[in-house]
């Protein structure tokens, strides 16, 4: 079974506050007091500049969006981030931008293997949104970003 997921994640206050500008935008909880705001054709549409670029490097950022960040972080720490899985083999990309600007990346990493003592992109990221690992797994785990594998999944669980 694969794992795919394009989002935006924030402190819940602040993406519920930020994703009011964004028509069709729905945001699911995480733990931790984080939030998720799935990248969907229609959040796609509605925030890209029309740049065809890939901006940053993601398959699915929208271009000029991430100036949009850029001011969302103003608030607190945003990350977009990107995975994509199947029968264990994938990728992750992820980066952060706090006070106004790109803080930490992009990373981008194959992914590792379970046991691997490498921290995700995506952990990465959880870390600068103030995230902490819980003893039996990584930040990804432990905000519940496992919870759910794909974007659609995750728009079921926000409605």
């Known amino acids: 079974?694969?794992?795919?997921?394009?989002?935006?994640?924030?402190?819940?206050e602040l993406l519920r506050a930020a994703s009011r500008e964004v028509p069709a935008a729905l945001v699911a909880p995480l733990r931790q007091g984080l939030a998720l705001m799935p990248m969907t054709d229609e959040v796609f549409d509605a925030v890209?500049?029309?740049?065809?670029?890939?901006?940053?490097?993601?398959?699915?950022?929208?271009?000029?969006?991430?100036?949009?960040?850029?001011q969302w972080s103003a608030a607190g720490p945003v990350a977009y981030v990107e995975s994509q899985y199947f029968g264990g083999a994938g990728e992750q990309r992820a980066a952060v931008w706090a006070d106004g600007a790109l803080t930490l990346g992009p990373l981008e990493d194959p992914a590792k293997k379970r046991f691997s003592r490498a921290v995700s992109p995506i952990s990465q990221a959880l870390q600068r949104l103030g995230a902490r690992a819980s003893l039996a797994g990584d930040e990804f785990e432990a905000v519940g970003l496992d919870r759910h594998r794909s974007n659609e999944a995750w728009i079921a669980s926000s409605a």
């Not at 079974?1 to 819940?12: D, E, F, T």
């Not at 890209?48 to 850029?70: N, Q, V, Y």
């Open 48 to 70: 890209t500049d029309g740049s065809e670029e890939a901006a940053l490097g993601f398959w699915r950022l929208p271009g000029g969006f991430d100036k949009m960040l850029a």
């Open 1 to 12: 079974m694969g794992y795919a997921l394009q989002a935006v994640i924030a402190g819940n």
